[in-house]
C-alpha cells in the first residue's frame, strides 16, 4: 500500500509531509467507509474553481463573464477530471472495493473523483500556491484550447425559463403537413407569462428549435 504512494507522489511530482492524506485521496468508501476521498474531492473541486476561474481571468481579461463561466465548465467538468485522471494513471493506484485484487475496471467518476480529491490533498498539505502550480501545469494545455460549449437554443430556453419561472416552457405542434419525404413542421413554445411563439422545421426536433430561437429574440437574450 505504502510502495503505492511512493510511486504516485513520484508520478504527481510531489513529497507530500503527511502520506496519509495521500493514502486517503486514493481510498473510495467501498474499501474505507469512515476515512475516504469524499471531503478530499469536495475541496479539490473547489482549489480547482479558484485556480481555473484566476488563470481565465488573466489570459482573458476582456472577456466577458458569462463566457468565462462557460470555459471554466469545460474546463472542471467530469469528463476533463478523468482525461487528467487517466492521464496521470490513477486507476492504478485508487483503493476500491474490500479486497486487495487487482483493480481492473474501475468506473469513470471514481477515477474523476480521485482526481479532484488529490488537488484537495495537495492543497492541505502543501498549501494554495503548491495546489494552484499543479494544476496549472497539467491543464496548460486544456486552457490554451478552453472552447466555450455551445448550449442549442431548447436548453438556452429551458435554463432561462427554470430560472424566472421555475417551469419548463410548453411546446405544441400545430401541424404536420407536406410529403412524407419532405415534412413541414409547425411548432409552438411559450413560457408561465408569454404568447405562443410559433416557427416552422423539417422535424419535430427542428421545428422545436427554431421556435425556442424565436422566444429567445423575444425574450432579448439572442
Given at each position: 500500500?505504502?510502495?503505492?504512494?511512493?510511486?504516485?507522489?513520484?508520478?504527481?511530482?510531489?513529497?507530500?509531509?503527511?502520506?496519509?492524506?495521500?493514502?486517503?485521496?486514493?481510498?473510495?468508501?467501498?474499501?474505507?467507509?469512515?476515512?475516504?476521498?469524499?471531503?478530499?474531492?469536495?475541496?479539490?473541486?473547489?482549489?480547482?474553481?479558484?485556480?481555473?476561474?484566476?488563470?481565465?481571468?488573466?489570459?482573458?481579461?476582456?472577456?466577458?463573464?458569462?463566457?468565462?463561466?462557460?470555459?471554466?465548465?469545460?474546463?472542471?467538468?467530469?469528463n476533463k477530471c478523468y482525461e487528467v485522471g487517466k492521464f496521470l494513471n490513477l486507476e492504478k493506484f485508487l483503493l476500491v472495493g474490500n479486497s486487495k485484487k487487482k483493480i481492473q475496471n474501475i468506473e469513470k467518476k471514481i477515477i474523476s473523483d480521485c482526481c479532484e480529491s488529490i488537488i484537495g490533498a495537495i492543497y492541505l498539505d502543501k498549501g494554495f500556491d503548491i495546489a494552484q502550480k499543479f494544476i496549472l501545469k497539467i491543464w496548460n494545455d486544456y486552457l490554451n484550447n478552453s472552447k466555450v460549449t455551445v448550449i442549442d437554443n431548447k436548453t438556452k430556453l429551458q435554463e432561462f425559463s427554470l430560472k424566472h419561472y421555475k417551469t419548463l416552457p410548453t411546446y405544441k405542434v400545430i401541424s404536420n403537413t407536406g410529403p412524407r419525404h419532405q415534412p413541414n413542421f409547425k411548432v409552438g413554445v411559450k413560457l408561465k407569462n408569454t404568447k405562443f411563439i410559433f416557427s416552422n422545421g423539417s422535424s419535430k426536433k427542428n421545428a422545436e428549435q427554431s421556435a425556442a430561437k424565436e422566444l429567445l429574440k423575444t425574450l432579448n437574450q439572442l
Open positions: 500500500m505504502y510502495d503505492n504512494i511512493t510511486q504516485l507522489q513520484k508520478k504527481l511530482k510531489i513529497n507530500f509531509k503527511n502520506s496519509e492524506l495521500l493514502l486517503q485521496a486514493i481510498t473510495h468508501k467501498s474499501y474505507n467507509s469512515k476515512k475516504n476521498y469524499e471531503q478530499l474531492e469536495f475541496l479539490g473541486d473547489r482549489v480547482l474553481g479558484i485556480s481555473l476561474s484566476k488563470r481565465l481571468i488573466e489570459l482573458y481579461p476582456n472577456e466577458k463573464v458569462g463566457t468565462l463561466d462557460k470555459k471554466l465548465a469545460s474546463l472542471v467538468n467530469k
